[in-house]
């Protein structure tokens, strides 16, 4: 996985906070806090900020952006190695993989 991810916004939905706070709550039930949501744009949890734009003044994330940070703070979040050792490189492992589906960044089956 690469260390950061780039956002396009010619190409990418863009996301405020609001909507950022409401992708999150469909597929979780539950709602960020809104201030929660400035602080992983800003600090990041684990070292890893919330990739975003700022456009017009606001500040924006993407649908792929936030399923490549749940990843990322994912896997960061994992001890050394983890349970059964690293997975190869490239590799999405089976909770990955359902967390990228819940997000709407891969189709199931893929």
Same mark, same amino acid.
């Given at each position: $996985?690469?260390?950061?991810?780039? *956002?396009?916004?010619?190409?990418?939905?863009? /996301? %405020?906070? =609001? %909507?950022?706070?409401? #992708?999150?709550?469909?597929?979780?039930?539950?709602?960020?806090?809104?201030?929660?949501?400035?602080? #992983? *744009?800003? !600090?990041?949890?684990?070292?890893? =900020?919330?990739?975003?734009? /700022?456009? +017009? +003044?606001?500040?924006?994330?993407?649908?792929?952006?936030?399923? #490549? #940070?749940?990843?990322? !703070?994912?896997? @960061?979040?994992?001890?050394?190695?983890? %349970?059964?050792?690293? %997975? =190869?490189?490239?590799?999405?492992? =089976?909770?990955?993989?359902? *967390? /990228?589906?819940?997000? +709407?960044? $891969?189709? @199931?089956?893929?």
């Amino acid at each position: $996985m690469s260390s950061s991810y780039q *956002i396009d916004p010619t190409t990418e939905q863009l /996301l %405020a906070y =609001p %909507a950022i706070i409401e #992708w999150f709550k469909k597929r979780t039930g539950r709602a960020p806090h809104r201030c929660g949501v400035r602080r #992983w *744009i800003r !600090t990041g949890v684990r070292g890893i =900020p919330l990739p975003s734009v /700022l456009v +017009g +003044g606001i500040r924006y994330s993407t649908p792929g952006a936030i399923g #490549w #940070w749940i990843n990322a !703070t994912s896997q @960061a979040s994992a001890p050394e190695g983890g %349970a059964n050792g690293p %997975a =190869p490189a490239g590799v999405i492992t =089976p909770h990955q993989r359902r *967390i /990228l589906e819940r997000a +709407g960044v $891969m189709e @199931a089956g893929q």
